[in-house]
């Protein structure tokens, strides 16, 4: 790790006061930015190459942006260096090769948040039945109180008429005839009455269980969806990045070019990061920041901010 660092300072140093060229004989060829995306609980970090072609259209280097990315880059809550991944410098044939990995990322709680609004949602609809199946049993109380007010009174002013004209056998007939029938008729109501309570409570229990099978169907989906991985188990967290490469730095003919190129899709990627970020991580970045000297230690890192700037400055060299 020293002599990563050491080499990784001279070379910034040198290519920032001498432009192109690199003392020594050295250049730093490649600085590998890895950017991960943390999707579920997997210990697999996927590092995806961009290689980048020369690009003459690309003639000046947009202030704003670039000072955009030091703000981004500063903001212990939108980025934050975990630790040196597959650090390490050995001799190529234009001189030294040096890596450095530096591991960004958020995690995203997707499932808990999914399983939140399922279960939201099933209280809902549980709540929602309980107070149908009470209003029923409400209007079929009431209609049964006043079937039997009706009848009583009824057989009331038949008891008092049959009292009344006891002796008129067609008082008597009628009386009869009454009563049979309004025997009949609630007979019939409370009949009605009951197959339609029946007939409400087995529909909204029906509904009931659908509801709550499809959105238990959704909850596995989503969870298995979500913790699934090639491996099959495992807590840690899966990682999917991208990595930025900066190539042949200090020899290129087509440097300033690559060098905007390159420091426009570094603020992209870190913009990208940024807006993923759950609003409530900010504690996991703080932290993860405070750990930025321990992790890779303090030198590297001004280090690798140093190449930035110095490469920045040679983009803004004039032409020889």
Known sequence: MRHVRES?????????DHGNHVAGGGAIRELVMVLPVYLSPRPQLMALPVYLSPRPQVSHLDQSRYHHLHRLLDDPEAVGVVQPHDVGAHEG???HDVEQHLLLGAQREVGVVVVVVV?????????????????????VVVIVVVVVVVVVIVVVVVVVVVVVVVVVVVVVVVVVVVVV????VVVVVVVVVVVVVVVVVVVVVVVVVVVVVVLVVVVVVVVVTNTHGED???GAEQQQGVVVRLRHVGRSDHLNHELHAELILIQQQLQDQRDSLPRHS???WTAIGNAIGNAIGTSCWNAIWNAIDGLHRLHRLPEQ
């Open 181 to 184: 029938v309004v025997v009949v």
């Open 93 to 95: 044939e234009d001189g």
């Open 232 to 234: 099959g188990g495992g």
């Open 282 to 284: 900010a504690p996991c």
């Open 119 to 139: 279960v939201v949602v099933v209280v809902v609809v549980v709540v929602v039945v309980v107070v149908v199946v009470v209003v029923v049993i409400v209007v």
């Open 8 to 16: 990784v300072g001279k070379h910034v140093k040198d290519a920032s």
